[in-house]
């Protein structure tokens, strides 16, 4: 996880400042097959992306 920064991000009418962040992961393909990674990774940025849906599952 690196720190957040503010970027411009367009929403459908104009650029909004949105705090953004890069997450970086590796995996050894020997243990975890990369599907199930990618599926892992998706989950997590979901729940980054709406904290409210960690209490729901």
Do not use: C, Y
Not at 6 to 15: A, K, N
């Amino acid at each position: 996880v690196n720190k957040m920064m503010m970027r411009p991000v367009w929403d459908g009418t104009q650029f909004m400042p949105r705090k953004m962040m890069n997450l970086s992961s590796s995996f050894d393909h020997r243990v975890i097959d990369g599907w199930d990674a990618a599926v892992f990774i998706q989950r997590i940025k979901t729940l980054l992306e709406t904290p409210a849906l960690i209490f729901v599952d």
